[in-house]
């Protein structure tokens, strides 16, 4: 393996990811705070489920493989409902935050939108996901051994890093999905976003055979994209002005706060 492999999936796994954060994050102090607040509260979900897991695999039969897959089972699952727990206590925090940034405020309106905190702490969380998720596979990337020597599947290093820019995005969209269920009291949506990272997470066991865990993703990762934009306030016309440059920022910068 080389270099270039290891910017190659660095790329692809984080460039949509960090283009976002320049033009739509970086400028504004508000949210870079609550982005890294974001990342912080996953952070803390992964610690929790990485200490019962240790608890766990301590106290199984190491020796039985049918008890480790169940436990690797039991792992994901675990992470990913700490994960979504965290992502509730979060939109309760932001949501007391917000009101207390409008009681220091001069103006009438919230300085920055629960939508716009959706947006912003969903890429936290998927920022500091796929950072996990991929950082010991870009670290082998650069060798020394070479991927497939043993007839397994060469395109480990670039399936990786596609399904982590999945994971990332993934985390954006259930972030505004998320936030927006929460306000509007629709929980059979904050269960479908749960259910969908659930789908997602164990889509990974069908590794090595990719294609079958990275189409459904991306099936996945396009539906929640239409429904987070569909409950941001996105409409054709929208997008049409968007596309055409004459609305560069109607998601953030033009979106009355709520």
């Known amino acids: 393996m080389t270099t270039s492999v290891f ?7 984080f460039g949509p990811a960090i283009a976002l954060f320049v033009f739509t994050i970086a400028r504004d102090p508000l949210r870079v705070i609550f982005l890294i607040a974001g990342a912080f509260f996953w952070l803390v979900s992964l610690l929790l489920s990485s200490l019962v897991w240790f608890i766990a695999v301590q106290i199984s039969n190491r020796d039985s493989p049918s008890q ?9 699952v675990l992470s990913v409902l700490l994960q979504e727990t965290f992502r509730f206590g979060y939109y309760k925090l932001l949501k007391k935050a917000n009101e207390g940034l409008l009681a220091l405020s001069q103006e009438d309106a919230m300085p920055i939108s629960l939508r716009q905190l959706a947006y912003v702490s969903g890429l936290g969380f998927g920022f500091m996901s796929g950072a996990f998720s991929v950082v010991n596979i870009l670290a082998d ?5 070479a991927v497939g020597i043993h007839g397994d599947s ?3 290093f670039i399936s990786s890093a596609f399904m982590t ?7 954006m969209f259930w972030g505004v999905v998320f936030f927006d269920s929460c306000e509007k009291k629709r929980w059979w949506s904050v269960a479908v976003v749960v259910l969908s990272h659930l789908l997602v997470s164990c889509l990974t066991f069908l590794n090595p055979q990719y294609e079958g865990s990275l189409i459904p993703a991306y099936v996945i ?15 054709l016309r929208n997008l049409k002005l968007c ?16």
Do not use: E
């Not at 990337?141 to 051994?145: C, N």
């Not at 990762?221 to 409409?235: E, K, P, T």
């Not at 920022?249 to 009355?256: E, G, K, S, V």
């Open 68 to 76: 480790q897959k169940g436990l690797l089972i039991f792992g994901v």
């Open 7 to 13: 910017f190659g999936c660095a790329f692809i796994a």
């Open 154 to 156: 060469q395109h480990y």
């Open 165 to 171: 820019m999945a994971v990332i995005l993934l985390h």
């Open 141 to 145: 990337s650069v060798g020394p051994g």
């Open 221 to 235: 990762m396009f539906l929640m994209g239409s429904w987070a934009f569909s409950c941001a306030g996105g409409s």
């Open 243 to 258: 596309l055409t440059c004459k609305d560069k920022d109607f998601l953030l910068a033009n979106h009355r706060p709520r």
